[in-house]
């Protein structure tokens, strides 16, 4: 069973906005240095971790568990736009958001 296409828009709507305030997830993980060897890899953690969170709160706002279906859906969309996370972490300022081919798709 494939995610609800409600489900897919609210993952799609989380990464916007991680996407929106990469820089400043940089930032934070600037703040660990040397701690952490990668800032770019420590940012992104954290902010897959934020997506995944919202990701699971949704599911148990609705009294329910993912599958490992939903999951293994859940990681592809995180990395088809991996790509997009990084290249905004990379700038100084937010820019408007870019949909990647894949992000258009529509699942019901």
Not at 58 to 74: A, G, H, K, M, V
Request: proline share 4%; hydrophobic share 30%; charged share 30%.
């Amino acid at each position: 069973m494939a995610i609800s296409k409600y489900t897919r828009e609210f993952i799609d709507s989380q990464i916007d906005y991680y996407i929106s305030e990469a820089s400043s997830y940089r930032q934070i993980a600037e703040e660990y240095v040397p701690e952490v060897e990668s800032v770019h890899d420590t940012a992104f953690g954290i902010i897959a971790g934020c997506v995944y969170t919202g990701f699971i709160q949704l599911y148990t706002n609705q009294r329910q568990s993912p599958s490992l279906e939903d999951i293994q859906e859940f990681n592809r969309i995180l990395k088809d736009r991996a790509p997009l996370i990084k290249k905004a972490m990379m700038e100084k300022e937010p820019k408007a958001i870019t949909k990647t081919k894949s992000h258009n798709k529509k699942n019901d």
